[in-house]
């Protein structure tokens, strides 16, 4: 998918319904005590407003109103964009040159044995662009949005950090857990391992 000037290219776009799953996957556990809470909250003043109605009021407006809400936020969050003539990478409203791109990481969540799996990109201290690996039912990237990713990679500077005390990178990979060097990002996305898998990063 290109804009008009036919140079962005827009990647790793995941249908809605997709996305809502894997965001009340990871999502729902971690917010699980503030939506009881709110819930709660909810509840108590609906029924010294309404009374007994207070618990039909929630039934009817604010769990649907929320529903909606969540799917507006998730349809309305754009998905990273290249253009490979200017090399640059789009990242919401900001744009990233691909040679200034240093850093890559693996967020990964294993539940019920599936794997959640997605690549971060981006800069140390700048914006960073997450790409969808893997979902409940296994790889997500089409073989276009694969291919548009590693010819990414490969012009980006991605590398593995570094510290003052370890100058060399010798324990990077435990310096700094999840951090990936381009040749293992790239392999990453061309075979995203799976649950049972041996990760190349430490956690």
């Given at each position: 998918m290109e804009d008009e000037g036919g140079r962005w290219i827009t990647f790793g776009v995941l249908p809605l319904r997709q996305r809502l799953s894997l965001y009340l996957w990871v999502a729902?556990?971690?917010?699980?005590?503030?939506?009881?809470?709110?819930?709660?909250?909810?509840?108590?003043?609906?029924?010294?407003?309404?009374?007994?109605?207070?618990?039909?009021?929630?039934?009817?407006?604010?769990?649907?109103?929320?529903?909606?809400?969540?799917?507006?936020?998730?349809?309305?969050?754009?998905?990273?964009q290249v253009d490979f003539e200017e090399g640059k990478l789009r990242v919401g409203h900001r744009t990233l040159a691909l040679g200034d791109i240093d850093t890559a990481s693996l967020v990964v969540f294993d539940k019920r044995g599936r794997r959640l799996m997605a690549l971060s990109l981006g800069t140390?201290?700048?914006?960073?662009?997450?790409?969808?690996?893997l979902g409940a039912d296994g790889p997500v990237l089409?073989?276009?949005?694969?291919?548009?990713?590693?010819?990414?990679?490969?012009?980006?500077?991605?590398?593995?950090?570094?510290?003052?005390?370890?100058?060399?990178?010798?324990?990077?990979?435990y310096t700094f857990p999840g951090h990936l060097d381009r040749e293992a990002a790239i392999e990453v996305v061309r075979k995203p391992p799976a649950v049972g898998d041996q990760l190349p990063v430490s956690y």
């Open positions: 729902v556990p971690g917010v699980s005590l503030l939506v009881i809470l709110c819930v709660e909250f909810v509840l108590q003043v609906s029924f010294r407003l309404f009374g007994s109605f207070g618990y039909l009021i929630l039934i009817l407006v604010a769990i649907p109103l929320s529903g909606i809400i969540l799917v507006v936020y998730l349809a309305s969050k754009r998905a990273p140390m201290k700048g914006p960073s662009a997450l790409v969808y690996l089409s073989a276009r949005d694969q291919a548009i990713l590693v010819r990414l990679l490969e012009q980006t500077s991605i590398a593995m950090p570094t510290s003052p005390d370890d100058p060399t990178g010798r324990f990077a990979r």
